[in-house]
Nanobody, 126 residues
Framework: QVELVESGGGSVQSGDSLRLSCAAS???????MGWFRQAPGKEREAVAA????????YYADSVKGRFTISQDNAKNTLYLQMNSLKPEDTAMYYC????????????????????WGQGTQVTVSS
């Protein structure tokens, strides 16, 4: 069983940065890991994914160049560094994991993830 706990959300101004963390418990070695977000009244969307076995990443076009997904295997923690935040980035952000042993971030990005955290709110004001 995998449990995921997100942290690091908050309220910031446009142009600011935040780093989200996702602490994982249970076996996640080689898993696909990802960050998703859902804004009020909108569908959940994938933001970024990483194939943890090889470190390959993939991003949504809307965050490419601004967000960076990374992992700390020793801490079993996933991160999302978010720079140059915009009001349209405002959403609940969720960490997710899937047991597929993906070999590319793109493969992981389109997976149906099986494990989810409770989410952390990010609010960006203009």
């Amino acid at each position: 069983q995998v449990e995921l706990v997100e942290s690091g959300g908050g309220s910031v101004q446009s142009g600011d940065s935040l780093r989200l963390s996702c602490a994982a418990s249970g076996y996640t070695s080689g898993y696909c890991m990802g960050w998703f977000r859902q804004a009020p009244g909108k569908e959940r969307e994938a933001v970024a994914a990483i194939a943890t076995a090889v470190g390959s990443t993939y991003y949504a076009d809307s965050v490419k160049g601004r967000f960076t997904i990374s992992q700390d295997n020793a801490k079993n923690t996933l991160y999302l560094q978010m720079n140059s935040l915009k009001p349209e980035d405002t959403a609940m952000y969720y960490c997710a994991a899937d047991s597929a042993n993906g070999r590319s971030g793109g493969f992981c990005y389109y997976r149906q993830f099986g494990y989810w955290g409770q989410g952390t709110q990010v609010t960006v004001s203009s």
